[in-house]
C-alpha cells in the first residue's frame, strides 16, 4: 500500500533530536575559541603566548598594537565571549516574558552560531586579512537572524520579543568589534543586522504563510506549542487541534457483565482514536474511560483512524456522559453463544455473541494490522444490524512492521474485513445461546511509556460458555511489534480454547515518533508470565454472569477532522521543498546586501 501523507509526517520526526548537554557545547566553545588563540599565535610572528593570554597582558599587548599592517584578533574575544554571553543570558531573558528555554537548547544554539561565524569570518583569509572586520561583521549579522529564525521556531513564534535574546551573541560581538577595529565598526555591524534580520523575518513569513492560509494557524506557534509540550508537559496544541477540528458523530457499543460475585465488566469500543501523541488530545483515552467508570473496563480499539483524534482531553467526557446515558433501562440476560474464528483473505475474526449483539475481534496478523477507517466499521455495524441491535467491531491493532497507511473502504484488505465480519455474524445468527461465566483481571506492568506500555498494563476478560472458555486479553499499548501476538497466543492457547491479543492504541506511549509498539523495547519472553498470570486469575475469577449490551451516541465530539491529517502532512512536506531553496536565496541576496554596504560605508 502506498504511504499516505500522514505516514510521511510521522516520519518528518527523524529530524527532531535531543540536545547535547549544556556543559559539553560550553566545553567546544571554549575550545574552539582557544584553537583559533592557537593558529593566531603561530601565524602572526613572535608571539609566545596563546591569543588568550596575550589579550590579558598590557605589555604584549602593546606590542601587538605596534604592528599596524596586522589585526589585533583573537578567537576568544572574538567568538567564545559573544557565545558564553549568549548562552547565559538567553534562557532567562525569554523565560521572563514567561515562555520555556532550556539550558540545554541555549548552549547548542550558541555553539552553532559560534561555528557559523567562525567559518564566515575566517573566509577572509581566502582573499586578505584585511578583509576580517568585513566578514566578522557579516558574520555577526548572520548570527543574528539565524538566532531569530531558530528562538521564533522553539520559543515564541513572535518575532518582536525575540529580538534581545536574539541580540545577545551578535551584540556581545559588535563590542568585541568595536575595541578589536574601530568604533565605526559598531554603525557598519547594524547596518547588517538589520539586512539579515529583514531577510530572516521574511523567510519566517514564507514559512508560515502556507499553513495560515490552509488551516489559518502559525506554523511556528505550533512549533512552539509542541516544543513546550516536550519541556514541560504543556497542553497548549490542544488550542491549535481544536481550531482545524471539526464536530462528529459516532456510535459506541458497550456489553455491560454483573456478576454473581466479583466486580462488574465493562467492554467498550470506542469508534475514536486514543491519539495524538502523550497526554495531547485522546493519547490517554482508554485510561481516562477506564476511570470514570465502577465497572473493570476494557477499552478495545475500535474504527478509527487519526482523523478522529479528540482535540483536548476533554472531549472525552463527552464521550463518557454517552456511555452512562446508554446504561439506562438495559435488559440483562444470562446468555451467549461458543466463540469462534475464521479467516478470509489475510484477515482473520474471532467472534461471539453476547445474547443479543455480537463482539467482532479482528486482526490481520501476521501481517501488518493497522487502523480501519470507521467506514469499514460503520458498514459492518449496519450490515449485522439485520440480525443484531448492537454489532462492536474490534480492531485487535497487534502487528506492527512500520509506520503505515490506515485501511480505506473499497480497498481489498477492507474487502477481506467486511467479508469476514459478515460471515462471522452470520456464525453468530445461528449459534445456540448457554449461560455464561465471566472473570476477569487487571495487572499493571512494572515498565514505562518508553518501554511501550501504557498506564493501564494488562487487562484479561475470560468469558466461559458451554464449557468452553475464551479469553480477550487487551494490553495498554499502540500495536504490537511483529509476532509478539503470536508468542503470547501459543502459551495463552494451554489456558483455554479461544483467544486474541489486543492493544488499546494508546498514543500516551508516543511524544515523538509514532512507532513504540509492545515488545519493541521489552521482548515478549520477558513479560509473558505476567500475561499468563493474568489469564490464570480471571480464570479463577470466574462467576456467574447476565450480559447487557448498548450503543452510546457520542454526539459533537471535536475531532481532528476527515483528511486534516493528510492536508497538513501534504502541506508540511510542499513547505519541506522550498524551505532549502529560500534560505539559500534570502542568504545570497543578504551577503550581496553587505557587500554593497561595505562598499558604501568603505
Not at 401 to 421: F, G
Not at 442 to 471: K, N, S, W
Request: aromatic share 10%.
Amino acid at each position: 500500500m502506498a504511504q499516505n501523507s500522514d505516514v510521511k509526517l510521522g516520519q518528518l520526526t527523524k529530524y527532531i533530536f535531543t540536545a547535547p548537554s549544556a556543559f559539553r557545547s560550553f566545553i567546544l566553545i571554549v575550545i574552539l575559541g582557544l584553537l583559533i588563540d592557537g593558529a593566531n599565535a603561530r601565524a602572526w610572528l613572535n608571539l609566545p603566548f596563546s591569543g588568550t593570554l596575550a589579550f590579558t597582558l598590557p605589555t604584549v599587548v602593546s606590542s601587538y598594537l605596534s604592528l599596524p599592517e596586522k589585526f589585533l584578533f583573537s578567537g576568544t574575544i572574538a567568538f567564545t565571549i559573544p557565545a558564553i554571553a549568549a548562552l547565559l543570558l538567553t534562557k532567562p531573558i525569554i523565560e521572563y516574558s514567561g515562555k520555556t528555554m532550556t539550558w540545554n537548547r541555549s548552549a547548542l544554539l550558541a555553539l552553532a552560531c559560534t561555528v557559523f561565524g567562525v567559518i564566515i569570518t575566517l573566509a577572509a583569509l581566502l582573499s586578505s586579512v584585511t578583509l576580517i572586520p568585513l566578514f566578522y561583521a557579516i558574520s555577526l549579522g548572520f548570527i543574528f537572524g539565524l538566532r531569530l529564525f531558530v528562538l521564533v521556531a522553539i520559543a515564541d513564534y513572535r518575532v518582536l520579543r525575540m529580538i534581545i535574546p536574539a541580540l545577545t551573541q551578535s551584540g556581545v560581538g559588535i563590542i568585541v568589534g568595536m575595541v578589536l577595529f574601530s568604533p565605526s565598526f559598531a554603525i557598519f555591524a547594524l547596518v547588517l543586522h538589520f539586512v539579515f534580520g529583514l531577510g530572516f523575518v521574511i523567510l519566517i513569513w514564507l514559512i508560515e504563510r502556507p499553513l495560515h492560509r490552509a488551516f489559518g494557524i502559525r506554523g511556528l506557534a505550533f512549533i512552539n506549542a509542541f516544543i513546550a509540550h516536550m519541556t514541560d508537559g504543556s497542553k497548549g496544541m490542544e488550542e491549535f487541534f481544536r481550531d482545524i477540528g471539526e464536530e462528529i458523530f459516532v456510535p459506541q457499543v458497550n456489553f455491560f457483565f454483573r456478576r454473581e460475585n466479583g466486580k462488574p465488566v465493562m467492554f467498550t469500543v470506542p469508534n475514536l482514536h486514543p491519539g495524538p501523541m502523550g497526554e495531547i488530545g485522546g493519547g490517554n483515552l482508554p485510561k481516562v474511560l477506564h476511570d470514570n467508570f465502577p465497572e473493570e473496563t476494557l477499552v478495545a480499539h475500535g474504527c478509527a483512524t487519526h482523523d478522529f483524534n479528540l482535540v483536548s482531553e476533554s472531549e472525552i467526557y463527552k464521550v463518557i456522559d454517552a456511555v452512562r446515558k446508554s446504561k439506562t433501562d438495559l435488559s440483562y440476560a444470562g446468555a451467549a453463544g461458543r466463540s469462534g474464528r475464521l479467516t478470509i483473505g489475510s484477515v482473520q475474526v474471532l467472534y461471539q455473541r453476547f445474547n443479543d449483539s455480537v463482539l467482532l475481534v479482528t486482526t490481520r496478523s501476521p501481517q501488518r494490522t493497522e487502523d480501519l477507517d470507521f467506514s469499514i466499521g460503520s458498514t459492518i455495524m449496519a450490515e449485522g444490524h439485520r440480525w443484531f441491535p448492537h454489532v462492536a467491531v474490534v480492531d485487535a491493532h497487534n502487528c506492527m512492521t512500520d509506520l503505515s497507511s490506515p485501511v480505506l473502504l473499497a480497498t481489498l484488505t477492507a474487502t477481506e474485513y467486511q467479508r469476514a465480519a459478515m460471515d462471522a455474524m452470520e456464525a453468530c445468527r445461528i449459534s445456540p445461546l448457554h449461560p455464561l461465566r465471566i472473570g476477569v483481571n487487571h495487572l499493571t506492568l512494572p515498565y514505562l511509556r518508553e518501554q511501550g506500555f501504557g498506564d493501564l498494563g494488562i487487562q484479561v476478560m475470560v468469558v466461559e460458555v458451554d464449557e468452553q472458555r475464551t479469553a480477550y486479553v487487551l494490553i495498554d499499548g499502540n500495536n504490537m511489534a511483529q509476532g509478539v501476538r503470536e508468542v503470547l497466543l501459543e502459551q495463552i492457547l494451554t489456558l483455554v480454547d479461544h483467544a486474541e491479543v489486543m492493544t488499546t492504541d494508546s498514543h500516551v506511549v508516543n511524544t515523538i515518533t509514532g512507532k513504540n509498539p509492545v515488545g519493541m523495547h521489552v521482548p515478549a519472553a520477558e513479560f509473558l508470565p505476567s500475561v499468563m498470570q493474568s489469564v490464570r486469575d480471571a480464570i479463577k475469577d470466574l462467576s456467574p454472569a447476565e450480559v447487557a449490551a448498548s450503543t452510546a451516541h457520542c454526539e459533537h465530539v471535536v475531532v481532528f477532522g476527515s483528511n486534516r491529517i493528510s492536508q497538513l502532512a501534504s502541506t508540511v512536506n510542499a513547505m519541506l521543498v522550498f524551505v532549502a531553496p529560500l534560505s539559500l536565496a534570502m542568504l545570497l541576496l543578504a551577503f550581496l546586501l553587505s557587500l554593497i554596504a561595505y562598499a558604501v560605508m568603505a
